[in-house]
């Protein structure tokens, strides 16, 4: 089991990627082979169809399509911004989502946030969830929102709390299991008869896709 993991932050004290790299440690233990990756390496312009139409994908949304299509599935954490998605993650996913095959499709998804409200930036990963959804992606119906994060957190990077570490593994493990009994069917076939019900799964998650045409889809019909 390959996963893509990331916080949804360019900022290097980022309070997500202290949480998501004790997610990734978490899959790690579980057997998984954990990509952690920086956002900084998927920093991409807004997006811009004229762009997208003369010059394609720019360089880090190809990098993030890149390390998605190595992976079955991802951690990812994101700060809440006024109680929605940060317009960098939203940005980032619409680049990616102009792919075909689309990138995100049959990707199971693990959702955490982390922040120094008492909320623990919850509600932004409702919102989250949407475009992932819409891009085909299997959200995971738990997620984890760490609140007062800016305390949360020792000179180790570990979780002061023991019992929200111990609910982050528990959460985590869960996860990865889940994504590995169902890879072989949504995103890693291994006989023919998993290809086919594969096949019958993708095209059901392709169709909104479909709708929304890609400049290199245009050029097909
Ligand atoms: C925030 N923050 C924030 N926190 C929250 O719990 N709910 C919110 O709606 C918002 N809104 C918000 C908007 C903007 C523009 C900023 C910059 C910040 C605070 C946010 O949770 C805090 O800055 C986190 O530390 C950001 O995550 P990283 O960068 O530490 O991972």
Not at 9 to 22: E, F, G, I, M, Y
Not at 56 to 70: D, I, Q, S, T, V
Not at 137 to 163: E, I, Y
Request: net charge positive.
């Amino acid at each position: 089991m390959k996963i893509l993991a990331f916080a949804a932050s360019h900022r290097a004290d980022s309070l997500n990627r202290k949480l998501v790299a004790l997610a990734a440690e978490a899959a790690r233990k579980e057997g998984a082979d954990v990509d952690l990756a920086d956002f900084n390496e998927f920093h991409v312009p807004h997006y811009n169809g004229d762009h997208e139409r003369g010059a394609g994908l720019p360089e880090g949304a190809l990098e993030l399509k890149r390390r998605l299509e190595r992976a079955n599935a991802v951690l990812l954490a994101s700060p809440e911004y006024n109680y929605s998605i940060p317009g960098a993650l939203k940005n980032a996913i619409d680049w990616v989502s102009r792919a075909r095959p689309m990138p995100w499709r049959g990707k199971s998804i693990y959702l955490m946030s982390a922040s120094p409200s008492p909320m623990g930036g919850i509600r932004g990963l409702w919102q989250t969830r949407i475009p992932l959804e819409g891009c085909g992606a299997l959200v995971f119906p738990d997620m984890f929102a760490l609140p007062n994060a800016d305390q949360a957190f020792d000179d180790t990077g570990q979780l002061r709390d023991r019992k929200l570490a111990e609910r982050l593994e528990q959460e985590v493990r869960g996860f990865v299991r889940l994504a590995d009994a169902i890879a072989p069917v949504c995103d890693r076939p291994r006989t023919a008869a998993e290809k086919q019900r594969r096949e019958t799964i993708v095209s059901a998650l392709e169709k909104e896709s479909q709708l929304q045409p890609t400049p290199a889809a245009a050029k097909k019909t």
